[in-house]
Nanobody, 124 residues
Framework: LVQLAESGGGSVQSGESLTLSCVAS????????MGWFRQILGKEREGIAA???????SYADSVKGRFTISQDNAKTTLYLQMSSLKPEDTAMYYC??????????????????WGKGTRVTVSS
């Protein structure tokens, strides 16, 4: 059983920064990858950043250069450093974990385990 718990969401002004965290617990019996996803109201959930077991990172174009994904040394805590936030970044943010290989690290359907999400609101 794998459990994921996000934290760090909140309300900020446009241009400000915020860092999200996701603590993973449970049985990590094999290689895994983790990612951050977000769901804007009325839209489908989208992948925005992912990190593979070998440290390779992927970013959606919408956040590239503004968001940074990272992990602690134990690879049980995932972070998302968000800077230069925009009102269009307002969404529910989720972390997810995937066992196995994916052709597209940002593909929602390839992830097996999800947290409950943390809300980010960016005001103009």
């Amino acid at each position: 059983l794998v459990q994921l718990a996000e934290s760090g969401g909140g309300s900020v002004q446009s241009g400000e920064s915020l860092t999200l965290s996701c603590v993973a617990s449970g049985d990590f019996y094999t290689v895994y990858s983790m990612g951050w996803f977000r769901q804007i109201l009325g839209k489908e959930r989208e992948g925005i950043a992912a990190i593979e077991s070998d440290g390779t990172m992927s970013y959606a174009d919408s956040v590239k250069g503004r968001f940074t994904i990272s992990q602690d040394n134990a690879k049980t805590t995932l972070y998302l450093q968000m800077s230069s936030l925009k009102p269009e970044d307002t969404a529910m943010y989720y972390c997810a974990l995937r066992f196995g290989y994916s052709l597209d690290p940002l593909d929602v359907d390839d992830y097996n385990h999800w947290g409950k999400g943390t809300r980010v609101t960016v005001s103009s």
